[in-house]
C-alpha cells in the first residue's frame, strides 16, 4: 500500500469535547472504510488509529481543539471527508447513511 | 409469637423516589475471582473468544432496551470490546501461555489506571465503565450472569450498582434497591429516577440478610427490614395511596398548576447537572429556577467556552422558558479541590458561595462572562448565593456590569441578566427588601439549618428540621412581602418545594412560584390543585 497520506483537519465543537458517545461515532464512521484512518490533535506528534475507540477516548481532545485526519489505501479520500465532515457537523446523525 | 427476626429501621438517603416491598437479595460485591491454572492456548482463546461474544451480546439487547443516557453507556462499552487495540495484547497473552481471564484483567486494570491518572471527572466515570465492562467479561468467563435468576418482586441490596449491573436488572420484576454506599447523583441513581425505581442509597452499616423482607418508602430514604403486621399494613396502605396519588399527579404533569381557588402558580424545575434534561421534557414546568453549577467545576475551574456551551444548552432545552442559573455554590458540604479554603473549623459558617467567589474573583468573573454571553441567547437569569448583606449584592452586580462592559469592548454579544439572590441566611430573609435584587429564591434547606442551628445531618434532631416550623415560616413570609412591596418574583427551590405537604402551608404565606425536582412536579401540581392561595386582600397589598 503506497505511504500517500489524504490530511485533513476540523475543529471539536462539542462543549465537553471528544467524550465516549462522539468518540463511538468517528471509529464506527473509520471503521467503515478499507483504507488506515488515523487522528492526532494539531501539534502532537503521533498519529493513532481512528478505527480503536480507546485510542480516541485517550486523546482527551478538548472542546475548540483541531483535530488532524489522514488516511491512506483505496478509499482515503471519502475517509478523510467523511470524518471531518462528522466532526464539523458535531456528530450529528443527519448527513450520515 | 416467635418472630425470627425482629422488626429493624434503616435511614439512608433518597436517590429516586417509590415504594418497594419484597425480599432483599444481595447482589455479590465485586467480580468473581479467576483462580487456576491457564489451560492450553487455544481453549483460553476459545473461552475468552465466547465470554466476548456473550458480552457483546448482553450489551447489544441492554442497548436496545436502553434510553438515551443508558444506550451511550452501554454503546461504549460494546464498541471497546470490537477494539483490536485493546484486545490484541490480550490475546498476545493468551497465545504466550498466560490464562485469559488473568490477561484481560490485566489489560483493562491498566486502561482503568490510565482513565484515572487523568484527574479529570469525565474520564474517571468513563474508568467505571472499564471496570464494569471487566467484570461483565470476566463473569462470562466463569459461567455468566445470573441477574435472570433472582424472584420476582425482590429489592436489591448491594454496596453499589454500576450502570450496566442497572441496566441488567429486570426491573419489571423487581421492586427497588437499597445501596449501603452509592451517592444519589452516580449514573445508576440518575437512571433510576428516570425509570421510576424506588432506590435509597448510603444506608451505611444497616444490617439486612439474604430473603428478608424489606419495606421501602424510597422518597424519604426509610428501609425497614422484617416488619411486623401492623408496620407491614401501615406501609401497604400508604403505598396504595400513594399509587392513586401519583395516578392523578400523572395527568396533571404537563397543564399549567392552578391552586383549588383558581391563582395560577408557576411550577420550576431543579436542575443539578446538564444530563438530567436529556429524557426531561420542558412542557411540564414554567422554566428552570434552579441550576446549580457545581458539577461543572468538579475537575477543576472550567473555561469560558465550555460554561457557556452548558449555558447554552439549558436555554434551548427550555425553548423560550426562563433559565436560573445559580453562580458557583462551593464551599460548606460542597468542597472542591483547588477551589474552596482547606481546614476551616467551621466549613457551614465559613468562606462558601459568594463569599468565595467575591474572593476568587477570576474564577467568578469568568463565570459572569459566559452568562453574559448566554444571556444574549434567551431568558437567563443569575443568582447568588449565600447572600447576608447587601454590599454583596452591590459588589457582584458591579462584577456583572464590568464582565459585560469587558465583552462589548471585545466585540463579544453579551447582555446583561438578571440579578437575584438566594435567601438562605436568616439575616437575609430578616432584611430582604433592603437587597438590590432582580428576584428572590428561598433557599429553604440552609435557611433551616441556620435558623434553628441543625446541621442538615444530624441523626436524631428531625423534629427541629420540618420546614413548617414557625420561625421558618416567618421568614419565609417576609421574604415572600419583601418581594410584593419591590415588585420582584419571589421562588422557593430547597427541598421544602419538592414536598405535597409543605405546598398549603407555602401557599397561605404568600408563595406563588415553586422550583422542585424534576420527579416531584406532577405531586406538587397535584398538592396545589388541591390547596388555597393567600386571601386576595393580601395578595393585593
Known sequence: ?97 | MTAPNAERRFEGRSAAPGFALGPAVHLGVGPVETAGEAASPEEERERFDAALAASAEQLNILADAADVLGAEILEFQLALIEDDELLDPVREAIAGGRAAATSWRARLDEEIADYRSAEDDYMATRASDLSDLRDRVLANMNGGFTAADLPDGAVIVADDLTPSTFLSLDWQRLSGAVLFGGSSTSHASILARSRGVPMVVDLGAAEIGEGDLLAVDAAAGSVIAEPGSDTLAAFTAQREADERLNKRAAELLKAPARTGDGVPIKVLVNVNEISEIDDLSPEICDGIGLTRTEFLFSGGAPEEARQYEVYRRLLAWAEGRPVTIRTLDAGGDKPLAGITVDGESNPFLGVRGVRLSLKRREIFITQLRALARAASLGPLKVMVPMVSVPEEMVAVRQLLRQAVAALHAEGVTAREPALGMMVEVPAAALMADRFAADFYSIGSNDLIQYTMAVARDVAGLGHLTAGDNPAVMELIRRTVAAGRARGVEVSLCGDMASRPEYAAPLLAAGLTTFSVAPAAVGRIKLAISEARALGAEARAG
Open chain 1, 1 to 97: 500500500m503506497s505511504e500517500a497520506w489524504q490530511t485533513e483537519s476540523a475543529v471539536i465543537q462539542d462543549a465537553t469535547g471528544l467524550h465516549a458517545r462522539p468518540a463511538v461515532k468517528l471509529t464506527k464512521l473509520a471503521k467503515r472504510f478499507e483504507a488506515r484512518v488515523e487522528i492526532r490533535p494539531e501539534s502532537a506528534e503521533t498519529w493513532i488509529n481512528a478505527k480503536s475507540p480507546s485510542a480516541v477516548m485517550k486523546l482527551k481532545a478538548p472542546h475548540l481543539a483541531r483535530l488532524e485526519i489522514r488516511a491512506s489505501g483505496g478509499d482515503a479520500p471519502a475517509a478523510v471527508a467523511a470524518l471531518r465532515d462528522l466532526i464539523n457537523r458535531d456528530f450529528n446523525d443527519s448527513a450520515e447513511r
